[in-house]
């Protein structure tokens, strides 16, 4: 039972350059999520899905976009990666709305 | 506009003693709370909740304390030990699926 997974654990990008994180839970849960962490921000809600097939924005979704075509993965993409997206992003994935489980974290650069 | 907010960046206490960190809303909408516990190169963990129908929830060595009218949320830490060494994050329920997290407390817990 490996929990919540997150690839890549580090990443550097360019200015303009696309990627996709990749968020993956192994306890069935139906609610994940997506934060970043930015120095003195603390968590801030970027998207988030209540189900398979389902995603919802939440406080700073601009720029990125989001998929979770099987329930076990949920998936953040940056179309075109600006240096304002050098944050840290973690996942998380919950069985209802009480506790979160995180994932270890995506530490990402922009160039 | 900051809706939970921890407005200590940091708190050092001596090993054996009691740490307390502190947490504000101005929400009256939320209903229930949680604290997180963090690790440099870790997800954030769950520690404990409190629903506000309750003053008080205690679980071993913790115990986190509401109030409502003063919209003000208190984590207990008796006795702190070095292992307690951590970003401490409160959080609280908005709606239905969505957390807003504060910006964290970091302790530091001296032996």
């Known amino acids: 039972n490996a929990g919540v997974t997150q690839t890549p654990k580090f990443r550097v990008l360019k200015t303009g350059q696309s990627m996709t994180l990749l968020c993956a839970q192994d306890?069935?849960?139906?609610?994940m999520y997506w934060y970043r962490q930015d120095p003195g921000m603390g968590l801030r809600l970027i998207h988030y899905?209540?189900?398979?097939?389902?995603?919802a924005k939440g406080e700073v979704p601009d720029g990125y976009n989001v998929s979770r075509l099987k329930k076990q993965n949920f998936l953040l993409g940056l179309e075109s990666a600006a240096p304002s997206q050098t944050s840290v992003y973690f996942c998380?994935?919950?069985?209802?709305?009480?506790?979160?489980?995180f994932g270890p974290g995506t530490r990402l650069t922009v160039l | 506009d900051q809706q939970v907010k921890q407005n200590s960046p940091s708190l050092s206490v001596q090993e054996g003693r009691i740490s307390i960190l502190n947490c504000d809303y101005t929400n009256s909408m939320f209903d229930y709370f949680l604290w997180y516990k963090k690790y440099p190169a870790e997800g954030p963990t769950f520690l404990i909740s409190?629903?506000?129908?309750?003053d008080k929830n205690e679980d071993g060595r913790f115990t986190v304390f509401l109030n409502k009218s003063a919209k003000h949320l208190s984590l207990h830490i008796v006795p702190s030990q070095p292992g307690d060494s951590a970003v401490y994050f409160c959080?609280?329920?908005?709606?239905?699926?969505?957390?807003?997290f504060g910006t964290g407390t970091r302790l530091k817990v001296l032996a």
């Open positions: 409190i629903s506000s129908i309750k």
């Open positions: 306890m069935n849960h139906e609610y």
């Open positions: 998380a994935s919950s069985p209802s709305t009480d506790t979160q489980y």
């Open positions: 959080a609280a329920l908005s709606g239905t699926y969505k957390y807003i």
């Open positions: 899905s209540v189900g398979e097939g389902t995603t």
